[in-house]
């Protein structure tokens, strides 16, 4: 199986301050199609887990200009520039390269400062 | 706008079998590329993806969970039913139904295994 590790396992970030996130698999995520299918999650406190990005670097619809997604191969890092109160919560990157089934990571939990 | 609703016990007993429904509208069950899946989060807030079915009928499972899974669809009522077979406290989880592509997510129903 593939697996997904995140880091770190918290993060605590002051209010208009950037924040980043690292995901590693343990396998290349490319697909013989040419796709890397690494996809980032948000899940606020109470709430369902939302997508943000996909194919590693493509915002989902809705999905705030603060938000980034770069990566390759094996390590994928997704950044916000800025960060405001509604973005805590925790962030876990998920890959769908490797069937049969998806994995996530472990998660990265978001508070403010 | 694509909605999912997931309904079923909230309490069931080990070695019990649970089954869930997932109610689902707003996009077209009708292409091979569009699935309706099962995801479950822990009490400590892993995720987990479960299963998937294709509007063709095609089926893939977790291969850690497998022999304990079935995943079957009623197109003409969009709905979608997972069944686990011999539950244990260990499964005890929100889960989630969620579009193949994980870009929609229901609102999740917990069940909690305990006798």
């Known amino acids: 199986d593939v697996v997904m590790t995140q880091s770190p396992l918290s993060l605590s970030v002051t209010l208009g301050q950037p924040a980043s996130f690292s995901c590693r698999s343990s396998?290349?995520?490319?697909?013989?199609?040419?796709?890397?299918?690494l996809n980032w999650f948000h899940q606020r406190p109470g709430q369902s887990p939302r997508r943000l990005i996909h194919?590693?670097?493509e915002r989902d619809s809705g999905v705030s200009e603060r938000f980034s997604g770069s990566g390759s191969g094996t390590d994928f890092t997704l950044k916000i520039s800025r960060v405001e109160a509604e973005d805590v919560g925790i962030y876990y990157c998920?890959?769908?390269?490797?069937?049969?089934?998806?994995?996530f990571g472990q998660g990265t939990k978001l508070e403010i400062k | 706008q694509i909605t999912l609703k997931e309904s079923g016990p909230t309490l069931v007993k080990p070695t019990q079998t649970l089954t869930l429904t997932c109610m689902f509208s707003?996009?077209?069950?009708?292409?091979?590329?569009?699935?309706v899946g099962w995801v479950r989060q822990t009490p400590e807030k892993a995720l987990e993806w479960l299963a998937v079915?294709?509007?063709?009928?095609?089926?893939r499972y977790s291969p850690s969970l497998e022999s304990r899974l079935t995943i079957t669809r009623d197109t003409s009522k969009n709905e979608v039913v997972l069944t686990m077979t011999n539950m244990d406290p260990v499964d005890t989880a929100t889960y989630y139904c969620?579009?193949?592509?994980?870009?929609?997510w229901g609102q999740g129903a917990l069940v909690t295994v305990s006798s």
């Open positions: 969620v579009i193949s592509t994980l870009g929609a």
């Open positions: 707003g996009f077209p069950f009708s292409s091979n590329k569009v699935g």
């Open positions: 079915i294709y509007w063709g009928g095609d089926k």
């Open positions: 396998e290349t995520l490319l697909y013989r199609d040419g796709n890397t299918y």
């Open positions: 194919l590693v670097s």
């Open positions: 998920m890959q769908g390269t490797h069937w049969p089934g998806y994995t």
